[in-house]
């Protein structure tokens, strides 16, 4: 349609690049949520200091869960069947990373409700799981895109996963498992110095500081498991940019040799950038944990999020969701989208609302910014 500006293979491209931003927004103001859930079991020992930690993140959680909101809509509006596959593929372990999402909440709201000593320890164990489980899985779904996920497409284009929950746990997957959560606790833990002080401030700093360090090593170890033993995926066909939305037009085949992902690095350099800010971030993450300078390395960890996770976009791109059963069926930003009438609709309206709720999450925090102490939780009705 004349109206319509930019091209169909622009669009693809820069909703390529959104989902990228969405998904990063997620993992960086969620991330430090799920991180101090998990982190609540080591860095608290009393009742106080357990509400003190809940209470540093009680009044923005909901807010940062519109970033996987936002991120679950890109996906179903602008990669149906990205969306398709991956939601009914990897439907068990969605399952148990909503179980864990819907869990936290509940813990949130039902701890405080009563006094006794058991109620409060179990909720603070639902706590626990609902900030591991969910980084965890999303960590695991990670890994299973870089090795490739057993689903294909039939003529008529109907999918057929052959997968199963327990195969979705191979070892790599459980390394980039690892990865997410040692990369959210360190976030948590930068939060917790920077919100809190004296007992929990200084345990905070120690997991951390240690949990940093775990993310830089196994983020190392991941990307060397990618470079010698991971063959990658590539299109063996005429890349059509602008083509109708169907899987089965191209060619695809399993590299022969170890570091398949790797060519884009080598025909995009600048990208070398962002593995190098995961890993560095993740250093000065550590070093300013135990510095105690908790809003430098809170901007160190997310800087490490963000560069991980682009990591793996710009390696696989043009691929979204690569077929380890059907090489052919795998998805790629060229041959999953909407149309191109959708995919500009749905710009101008990003472009309407996303600065909104940039606009209004900037003013939460700096009307929450400060130090969360126990008085200022006895003055407040509304303390967890």
């Not at 004349?2 to 622009?10: G, V």
């Not at 991330?31 to 609540?40: C, E, P, R």
């Not at 890109?74 to 939601?87: E, M």
């Not at 052959?162 to 040692?182: H, K, M, Q, R, W």
Request: charged residues 10%; proline residues 5%; glycine residues 10%.
């Amino acid at each position: 349609m004349e109206f319509i500006a930019l091209d169909y293979t622009t669009l693809r491209v820069i909703w390529w690049l959104l989902l990228g931003i969405l998904l990063v927004g997620w993992a960086v103001m969620d991330g430090f949520d799920l991180g101090v859930g998990t982190l609540l079991p080591f860095v608290a020992r009393t009742d106080d200091e357990r509400r003190l930690v809940i209470n540093t993140v009680g009044p923005v959680w909901e807010g940062n869960q519109v970033w996987l909101v936002l991120g679950g809509g890109a996906i179903f509006a602008a990669w149906p069947p990205l969306y398709a596959v991956s939601f009914s593929g990897f439907y068990l372990a969605v399952f148990l990373m909503l179980f864990g999402l819907i869990l936290r909440p509940v813990a949130f709201k039902y701890r405080s409700k009563m006094p006794g000593k058991r109620w409060r320890q179990n909720w603070d164990r639902a706590l626990f799981v609902g900030g591991l489980l969910p980084a965890l899985i999303a960590g695991v779904a990670v890994g299973n895109v870089l090795v490739g996920v057993p689903f294909h497409f039939d003529d008529s284009m109907r999918i057929f996963y052959t997968g199963t929950l327990i195969g979705l746990l191979n070892p790599f997957a459980l390394v980039a498992g690892l990865v997410s959560v040692a990369m959210v606790v360190s976030h948590g833990a930068a939060m917790l110095v920077l919100k809190t002080d004296g007992p929990v401030a200084e345990r905070s700093a120690r997991y951390g500081s240690v949990a940093a360090l775990a993310s830089f090593v196994l983020f190392a170890a991941a990307g060397a498991w990618v470079a010698f033993g991971l063959p990658g995926y590539q299109i063996t066909s005429q890349v059509v940019t602008d083509g109708p939305t169907n899987p089965l037009l191209k060619t695809v085949e399993l590299g022969s040799v170890a570091g398949g992902w790797l060519r884009n690095y080598s025909s995009m350099p600048a990208t070398v950038v962002f593995p190098l800010i995961g890993l560095l971030g993740a250093l000065a993450s550590a070093v300013l944990l135990r510095a105690r300078r908790g809003g430098l390395a809170f901007l160190a960890s997310g800087a490490s999020i963000a560069g991980i996770i682009l990591t793996v976009g710009f390696a696989i791109f043009p691929f979204l969701l690569p077929s380890s059963s059907q090489p052919i069926s795998s998805l790629t930003v060229w041959d999953s989208s909407s149309s191109h009438l959708t995919l500009w609709i749905m710009l101008l309206a990003t472009a309407i609302f996303l600065p909104i709720i940039i606009a209004y999450t900037s003013w939460v925090y700096r009307v929450m910014k400060g130090k969360t102490t126990a008085e200022e939780m006895g003055d407040n009705p509304n303390a967890y």
